[in-house]
């Protein structure tokens, strides 16, 4: 909670950082990684090249704050970003240590935008903030690494390529195995992994991927499509490594398998809603239904550009075979979300880009779907964002 000192003081300056959070995220991110280059490697470069990266943590703190005073989310929508955020850093191997790293660059940013108007009093608030924020994610991933059975402070495994098949256009999966001889990890379907590539010339990047079949304990599996740079933005350096370079028999360093997007207990009807290459979650947790609840009632619908770019296609229709009551819509130009079949009291699951989730949410809202019974995926920096589907 925060103190009744720091409270009137965050209700003044909150209008004033948020009008000036642009200019905060900027300073904060690159004072940071300027002099700490390391950090790099935490950071897509795509996203990176298209500044989207840069406004991810400023803009999570200050949607913190707005919570803190009640003029932001509320407790549910924030425990669901916060849970959101811990997921990921569990991913990324984030030690508490760094968070005084973050903290004191972030504050700085503040000072430097707003000048003269950070009076001792104003930076001691916006310090509380963020030692409130960050206590409160701490304390969440060290429970995250604890179930996950994880060193925090190395929390990467090594796997071998057993396969790589083509799944469509750009598309490829990966079926790995745990190179100790270990069992693979037991996960949750619709969660994911993150990828350490170290990259030709040395450069070390992370990325997560979904996994794209059902927990068996022998193999994880990830389904990877290409990223294709538009409007003069780079190619994904990390998907085309994983399509271009790696082979049967070579090695990856993973994390152990995270995420919230997980199938919820029950036997409500599903609506599984998917785009592009957010069909992998959907289709682990098909394949999880068809394993243990083939009487329960599921949608599955996809869009994409063309039959040739539907990945995993064989996998939906096979598993949606098992189940006793399946419906499978498929959308290779505008989305006709009338035409989804939405069984009453249907739990419902979104993954692809936020226009297509936007569109999508605003659609099942119309048709009664309350909040509580959609669940979604945000990749990239938009997860970090508040914002990223309230506009739906």
């Not at 298209?50 to 932001?72: M, N, R, W």
């Not at 429970?143 to 190395?154: P, T």
């Not at 009807?269 to 239904?289: K, Q």
Request: hydrophobic share 40%.
């Amino acid at each position: 909670m925060l103190s009744s000192t720091s409270k009137p003081v965050i209700e003044a300056t909150l209008p004033v950082v948020g009008e000036h959070l642009g200019d905060i995220a900027s300073v904060f991110y690159d004072t940071m990684l300027g002099e700490n280059p390391d950090l790099l490697d935490l950071f897509s470069r795509s996203a990176q090249a298209t500044g989207e990266q840069k406004s991810a943590l400023a803009g999570a703190v200050a949607a913190y704050a707005g919570h803190l005073i009640g003029q932001g989310p509320d407790a549910a929508v924030f425990d669901h970003i916060a849970e959101r955020i811990a997921q990921r850093h569990c991913a990324l191997g984030i030690r508490p240590e760094q968070y005084t790293m973050v903290g004191r660059y972030l504050l700085g940013a503040v000072r430097t935008v707003l000048g003269d108007a950070v009076t001792p009093p104003v930076a001691a608030a916006w310090d509380e903030v963020y030692w409130l924020f960050a206590a409160r994610l701490i304390g969440r991933e060290a429970r995250l690494y604890a179930m996950a059975d994880v060193d925090g402070a190395e929390p990467w495994r090594r796997y071998t390529v057993v396969t790589k098949v083509a799944e469509a256009e750009d598309a490829v999966s990966l079926v790995l195995s745990p190179a100790d001889g270990r069992p693979a990890p037991i996960f949750l379907p619709g969660q994911y992994v993150t990828v350490a590539a170290t990259l030709p010339g040395g450069s070390r990047q992370l990325r997560q991927y979904s996994l794209s079949q059902a927990a068996t304990g022998g193999t994880l599996r990830i389904t990877v499509r290409r990223v294709r740079g538009r409007n003069g933005t780079p190619d994904g350096v990390v998907s085309g490594w994983l399509h271009d370079v790696v082979r049967p028999g070579d090695e990856l360093t993973l994390s152990q398998p995270y995420g919230d997007l997980t199938l919820r207990g029950g036997a409500e009807p599903l609506v599984l809603v998917s785009a592009g290459v957010g069909i992998t979650p959907m289709a682990a947790i098909l394949e999880h239904v068809a394993r243990h609840q083939p009487d329960r009632p599921v949608v599955a619908v996809h869009a994409d550009r063309s039959p040739g770019r539907h990945p995993l296609r064989a996998d939906i229709l096979h598993h949606g075979a098992r189940l006793r009551s399946f419906d499978h819509l498929t959308w290779y130009g505008p989305a006709d979300v009338d035409a989804v079949p939405l069984p009453g009291n249907a739990r419902v699951y979104l993954c692809g880009p936020v226009p297509f989730m936007q569109l999508i949410r605003a659609a099942l809202h119309q048709r009664g779907v309350p909040d509580d019974r959609i669940h979604y995926e945000v990749f990239g920096s938009e997860q970090w964002r508040p914002a990223a589907l309230a506009q739906a």
